[in-house]
T-cell receptor
Framework: AQSVTQLGSHVSVSEGALVLLRCNYS??????LFWYVQYPNQGLQLLLK??????LVKGINGFEAEFKKSETSFHLTKPSAHMSDAAEYFC??????????FGKGTTLSVSS | DAGVTQSPTHLIKTRGQQVTLRCSPK?????VSWYQQALGQGPQFIFQ???????QRGNFPDRFSGHQYPNYSSELNVNALLLGDSALYLC??????????FGPGTRLTVL
């Protein structure tokens, strides 16, 4: 069965530091890949997605992610963290444009 | 343009009761998916509705059922509630083969 693994349930960075959130998926077929952000007591907001084409994907709020087929990875990065980036981040995949399979999430904390 | 809306926002039920959650999709969307998000976990797919039919289903018992109306709005019904059903229930809507937009969720607490 397909699955998503997010390494690190909690990541802490200082304001202005690089943000790196890791995501690996298990599948023999390249899926469609997504990163979502969830703020407290809110729903999910799409940061970026990879379907086909360019493997480096740029999203909202300065985030980007690179699809690496050989590593089955889709890590999320941001060059300079801001306090407002503190939230829960979820990596998700779908193979049919139907059900999204989510990872368990990574809580990002940003300190001043 | 209103996004995906869900009602109610919060709900408290006791074990054994039944609950109905409602979702109105984003304008122009005809597909509705439901997810359960337990505390500290990622969302888990329950099922998806398209053209008033259940098109895809996740690994949830038959106590979880749904419905989609001709205006594309949807309901999630859970019978014989268990303590473990306490979670945030998220609705997502999409146009066919497009990205899913999520609503704010309904927080269900089962006592």
């Amino acid at each position: 069965a397909q699955s998503v693994t997010q390494l690190g349930s909690h990541v802490s960075v200082s304001e202005g530091a690089l943000v790196l959130l890791r995501c690996n998926y298990s599948s023999s077929v390249p899926p469609y890949l997504f990163w979502y952000v969830q703020y407290p007591n809110q729903g999910l907001q799409l940061l970026l997605k990879y379907t086909t084409g360019a493997t480096l994907v740029k999203g909202i709020n300065g985030f980007e992610a690179e699809f690496k087929k050989s590593e089955t990875s889709f890590h999320l990065t941001k060059p300079s963290a801001h306090m407002s980036d503190a939230a829960e981040y979820f990596c998700a995949v779908t193979f049919t444009r139907g059900a999204l399979i989510f990872g368990k999430g990574t809580t990002l904390s940003v300190s001043s | 343009d209103a996004g995906v809306t869900q009602s109610p926002t919060h709900l408290i039920k006791t074990r054994g009761q039944q609950v109905t959650l409602r979702c109105s999709p984003k304008s122009g969307h005809d597909t509705v998916s439901w997810y359960q998000q337990a505390l500290g976990q990622g969302p888990q797919f329950i099922f998806q509705y398209y053209e008033e039919e259940e098109r895809q289903r996740g690994n949830f018992p038959d106590r979880f059922s749904g419905h989609q109306y001709p205006n594309y709005s949807s309901e999630l019904n859970v019978n014989a509630l268990l303590l473990g059903d306490s979670a945030l229930y998220l609705c997502a809507s999409s146009a066919v083969r497009d990205r899913q937009f999520f609503g704010p969720g309904t927080r269900l607490t089962v006592l």
